[in-house]
Antibody, heavy 117, light 107 residues
């Protein structure tokens, strides 16, 4: 079955960067877009952007351009998201999802990022 | 960006009852709306996409309706496992955007 296994929680200092991973299994990784979604504590969901593993093409929410970098490693069916110049506003749970025509059929378990000195 | 507004914010109901959650888009999104369930310790679950198409494996007590700007998720005969958070999301145009969420609680 389809699984998206995300990397563990991270505690990072303000101004630093963090890179998280999302390992896909149970389907052909290069056939579907992978999206990333942010959920701040107690708040709703925000779409960050997406990457198409076959070509590396990306689309971003304007709000996250310059903040998030999306990459993939096709050899290991793993998607990555790096967040840069972290502030307290970036403390959140980040989900990777498999995206079909803009809707998200499968979700990872989430990676908690805490930005604190 | 398309703003998505959900109502009610909180909803209390008992098992066996039927409930409806509403979602309103700031502009027409045709039929392109999805619904998700979120529960602690579990992966978020897609319930409905394209406004009314039931995702594979989702019980038929869940149904979606609407088009344009107004949509509804209806859950008939609530089961204990249905309590949790529900989100709508438009998938008509970038950036994909979500509603603020509805918390369905046990009465």
């Amino acid at each position: 079955q389809v699984k998206l296994l995300q990397s563990g929680a991270a505690l990072v200092k303000p101004g630093a960067s963090v890179k998280m991973s999302c390992k896909a299994s149970g389907y052909t990784f290069t056939d579907y877009w992978v999206s990333w979604v942010k959920q701040s504590h107690g708040k709703s969901l925000e779409w960050i952007g997406e990457i198409y593993p076959n070509s590396g093409a990306t689309n971003f929410n304007e709000k996250f351009k310059g903040k998030a970098t999306l990459t993939v490693d096709k050899s290991t069916s793993t998607a990555y998201m790096e967040l840069s110049r972290l502030t307290s506003e970036d403390s959140a749970i980040y989900y990777c999802t498999r995206c079909n025509y803009g809707w998200f059929a499968y979700w990872g378990q989430g990676t908690l990022v805490t930005v604190s000195s | 960006d398309v703003q998505m507004t959900q109502s009610p914010y909180n909803l209390a109901a008992s098992p066996g009852e039927s409930v409806s959650i509403n979602c309103k888009a700031s502009k027409s999104i045709s039929k392109y709306l999805a619904w998700y369930q979120q529960k602690p310790g579990k992966a978020n679950k897609l319930l409905i996409y394209d406004g009314s198409t039931l995702q594979s494996g989702i019980p038929s007590r869940f149904s979606g309706s609407g088009s344009g700007t107004d949509f509804t998720l209806t859950i008939r005969s609530l089961e204990p496992e249905d309590f949790g958070l529900y989100y709508c999301q438009q998938h008509n145009e970038y950036p994909w955007t979500f509603g603020g969420g509805t918390k369905l609680e046990l009465k």
